[in-house]
């Protein structure tokens, strides 16, 4: 399965997802961010690959449907309600990630 983790900057939270769930059961991960100045901007690319998009908030899912409607039409987009309160690879932040994240991979 190939998943999407999208946060705003592409810094931290979609950061610390990509690296902590890169292999896991084969999945291949990927990650970007919404905003103009994010380390990695999401693409039509990236939409267009991803079997699975998971967003930090809910801004960011309205983000991808505004300006990607025609891209995510039919996909899976997964809310994980994960606040900016977090540095990359932060304790908490991964185990909120794992939490969250892993219901979704046993489907």
Do not use: P
């Not at 810094?11 to 991960?29: C, N, P, Y």
């Not at 990236?46 to 967003?55: K, P, Q, S």
């Amino acid at each position: 399965m190939k998943l999407l983790f999208v946060c705003s900057q592409n810094r931290w939270r979609s950061l610390t997802a990509e690296k902590i769930f890169q292999g896991i059961d084969g999945h291949e991960v990927r990650s970007a961010g919404t905003e103009d100045h994010a380390r990695i901007k999401i693409s039509e690319g990236h939409l267009g690959w991803a079997d699975v998009i998971f967003v930090m908030e809910k801004k960011h899912v309205r983000r991808i449907q505004d300006k990607f409607r025609d891209c995510v039409r039919g996909k899976k987009i997964i809310c994980l309600n994960i606040a900016d309160d977090y540095k990359y690879m932060d304790e908490d932040l991964i185990g909120l990630l794992e939490s969250s994240v892993s219901e979704y991979l046993l489907e």
